[in-house]
């Protein structure tokens, strides 16, 4: 199993920034995918962004053009750097790594856009 630990979360202004990492207990280099997901209180966990070990991305309609993931392999690393933060952004984040069969997901970070 894969140990996935995110990080940098926090309380932010709306219109603020943040940048969450998600570290790998191993090299991501051969990992299908990787994801970032975020779950509202009292609402379904919900995909964020993805980047295929090709470098492919792609984002939920609702963070188009604000939010964008990235991956370094040699740090076994993937990063959610997020702009223009809004109250509806509040959410604990979570990172999963898709390997083969296996998902592992991390333990989430918490983001609060304050209005």
């Known amino acids: 199993q894969v140990q996935l630990v995110e990080s940098g979360g926090g309380l932010v202004q709306t219109g603020g920034s943040l940048r969450l990492s998600c570290a790998a207990s191993e090299s991501i280099f051969s990992f299908n995918a990787m994801y970032w997901y975020h779950q509202a209180p009292g609402k379904q966990r919900k995909l964020v962004a993805t980047i295929t070990g090709g470098g492919r991305t792609n984002y939920a309609d609702s963070v188009k053009g604000r939010f964008t993931i990235s991956r370094d392999n040699a740090k076994n690393t993937v990063y959610l750097q997020m702009n223009s933060l809004q109250p509806e952004d509040t959410a604990v984040y979570y990172c999963?790594?898709?390997?083969?069969?296996?998902?592992?997901w991390g333990q989430g970070t918490q983001v609060t856009v304050a209005s």
């Open positions: 999963r790594a898709e390997r083969g069969i296996y998902d592992d």
